[in-house]
């Protein structure tokens, strides 16, 4: 008998390779996709990862179209990170306490569940390569209170965090993390942020200061214990001035960079069936 071609088969029979991609506007500058090809390619599976553009009144649409046409899943970033926590049917906790979600899974019942990865992604980067670090040693410090501050925050917590001191130029947005997040947190005024670092362990810069193009965040570091482990969300360039500046002081010093390859990897091994290996290889594609 002869076989019928795909095209001749009814929709629920045509096994297409998975499909997978980035939503967001703008998307070009995502490294999202040159680094799942990168993982694709390495483990020789079937499969593709493409930058999706979508303008915000799209959204909804296309998220009902995407597992239509093949798609498993997507990772989600700016500007619709909030927005899909309302279109999703399920929404993981972490998510819900975030209250923004980067990584989709598209089920096979049509569903749609939101996940936030972001802070798995930050702490899996720390513990790669601070395997020594203890995140309830002694105090966190968090600069900045924007949507990856909130997932550095629970994540923190999670990790068993005992004091959690947070500070953000517009300190509304920290105190609505302390009333969201809880007793462990102690928000301190911008013009503390020096003050703050006093005793602290591990210490973050969660706002986008010091990225190419931008102002480096200047806080004082004279209270900052050379004991502290330090980390910066920012990763372009992946040394920035912060970092450069804990270093000299003599404290351990994680770039932003891990995080990134870190928090897609749960995502690639949902659609594409392989966990991920987050090693040198896999930073040098995601900086080409
Ligand atoms: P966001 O929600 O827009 O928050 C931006 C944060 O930066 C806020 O705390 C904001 O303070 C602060 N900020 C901006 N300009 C400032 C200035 N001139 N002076 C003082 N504070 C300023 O952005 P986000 O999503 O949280 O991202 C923050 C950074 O993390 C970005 O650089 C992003 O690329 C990076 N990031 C990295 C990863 C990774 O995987 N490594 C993941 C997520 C995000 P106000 O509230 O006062 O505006």
């Known amino acids: 008998m002869i076989k019928p071609m795909q095209d001749d088969l009814p929709a629920s ?6 499909l997978a991609g980035v939503i967001g506007m703008p998307i070009a500058h995502s490294r999202s996709p040159r680094l799942h ?15 999706i553009p979508v303008m915000p009144e799209h959204l909804a649409e296309v998220l009902r179209i995407l597992p239509r046409a093949g798609f498993v899943g997507a990772n989600v970033t700016i500007p619709h990170k909030e927005a899909v926590l309302t279109l999703a049917d399920t929404v993981t906790d972490r998510a819900a306490l975030i209250g ?4 989709l899974i598209f089920r096979a019942d049509g569903k749609i569940h939101a996940d936030n990865t972001d802070g798995y992604g930050f702490i899996a980067n720390l513990r790669q390569n601070e ?19 909130r997932a550095v925050v629970a994540s923190l917590l999670d990790s068993g965090v005992k004091e959690l001191r947070i500070a953000n130029r517009t300190r509304l947005r920290a105190e609505q993390i302390k009333a969201e997040f809880g007793a462990r947190l102690v928000v301190y005024d911008w013009a503390q942020v020096g003050n703050m670092l ?11 200061l010091g990225m190419q193009g931008k102002q480096p965040l200047r806080v004082p570091l004279d209270a900052l214990s050379p004991d502290a482990l330090v980390t910066d969300l920012v990763y372009t360039p992946l040394m920035t001035p912060f970092l450069t500046e804990a270093q000299a002081r003599g404290c351990r010093v994680v770039d932003g960079l891990g995080m990134l390859l870190h928090q897609a990897a749960p995502g690639f091994e949902r659609w594409f069936g392989q966990r991920p290996d987050v090693d040198d290889e896999a930073r040098r594609v995601a900086l080409e």
């Open 13 to 18: 029979q045509i096994t297409h390779a998975p």
């Open 37 to 51: 090809g990168h993982w694709l390619a390495r483990y020789g599976l079937p499969g593709h990862y493409v930058p």
């Open 100 to 103: 923004a979600a980067n990584t």
């Open 131 to 149: 395997p020594d670090w203890q995140p309830d040693l002694g105090p966190a410090a968090v600069i900045g209170a924007g949507g990856a501050a």
């Open 198 to 208: 006093e005793g602290a362990t591990t210490v973050v810069n969660a706002t986008s």
